[in-house]
């Protein structure tokens, strides 16, 4: 075999196969998707894209980091969140999917690509429904730990309100979250406490990524109308309290002032409006999947 070849062995003279799976197990196998009386299957499946779509895009993120925390221990860390979010996101998107086939892009003919990938690979950044907290560059390891503090407050309340949902298949995946969301607050939350009493630098730094991501704080707590309409779904407006008293316990820990608060104006990721960081870091999520739309690996 010589160097000009050795691809094609492996390949056996088709890439495509390498872009996705070939077995693919039903993520809700086993699980009764039926959409419970008295629920529109359509807003519930767009509630779930929105909870489904946070997770995934900072799962995104949260992969970025790979081999670039300052400890192993750290790096090892943030890998495994990112997976948990990513496993949430999985479940999400094909609850969306079974609640709602209408949803799921179209793709050619035979594609063997499930429901949840389609969603996740070959959707348009304006369809997108995450919260813009979410999809905003990484800064240093002071941004990861506030963004993540931030975030996992405030959707872990949301989850342990949502294990009563009345769609039973978004009740079993907060039950399932609640459990990783709390270990991503405690890491957070420790690293937080940690960078803003350690030196002058790591709090400079922690008081500065502070202030960059408050202005997106809001947006986790501004209920979407179908957030508001849906029985099976949470308002995030009605568990602030609970999360704030989270956060300010924290910061008073922390010696670290609760910034002034900013609100919400117009349009939010739950509407489709995003940064232009979303549209660039979806081009380089989706670009294999786009590629080769028939891949199998």
């Not at 196969?17 to 419970?36: K, Y």
């Not at 050619?108 to 813009?132: H, I, K, M, T, W």
């Not at 709390?182 to 960078?195: E, I």
């Amino acid at each position: 075999m010589n160097d000009e070849s050795v691809y094609d062995g492996l390949l056996g003279g088709d890439s495509s196969q390498w872009a996705f799976g070939t077995d693919f197990e039903d993520p809700l196998a086993g699980v009764d998707t039926t959409v419970p009386a008295g629920i529109d299957a359509t807003e519930l499946a767009v509630y779930c894209l929105m909870l489904g779509d946070d997770t995934l895009v900072l799962s995104q993120r949260l992969s970025e980091w790979c081999s670039r925390a300052p400890e192993l221990e750290e790096d090892i860390a943030l890998a495994n969140f990112a997976l948990d979010l990513l496993g949430q996101a999985r479940l999400l998107l094909a609850r969306a999917a079974a609640a709602d086939p209408s949803i799921v892009p179209p793709l050619p003919e035979g594609s063997p690509v499930p429901a949840e990938d389609a969603l996740a690979y070959f959707r348009e950044a304006g369809q997108f429904r995450n919260v813009r907290m979410a999809e905003v560059p990484n800064g240093d390891f002071a941004h990861v730990v506030v963004r993540l503090l931030l975030f996992s407050i405030a959707r872990l309340a949301v989850l342990q309100r949502l294990r009563g949902s009345a769609d039973a298949v978004l009740a079993a995946v907060a039950a399932k979250g609640v459990k990783e969301l709390a270990y991503h607050r405690d890491w957070a939350g420790r690293w937080f406490v940690t960078l803003a009493l350690g030196t002058d630098e790591s709090r400079r730094r922690l008081l500065t990524a502070l202030e960059q991501l408050w202005p997106l704080h809001d947006e986790l707590f501004t209920a979407h109308p179908i957030e508001k309409s849906l029985a099976a779904a949470v308002d995030p407006g009605e568990v602030r309290a609970e999360a704030d008293a989270v956060l300010d316990q924290v910061l008073a820990v922390a010696e670290v002032e609760r910034p002034e608060p900013i609100g919400t104006r117009g349009r939010t990721g739950r509407d489709g409006l995003h940064t232009e960081a979303l549209s660039l870091m979806l081009a380089e999520m989706q670009v294999v999947a786009r590629a080769h739309p028939m891949g199998l690996w």
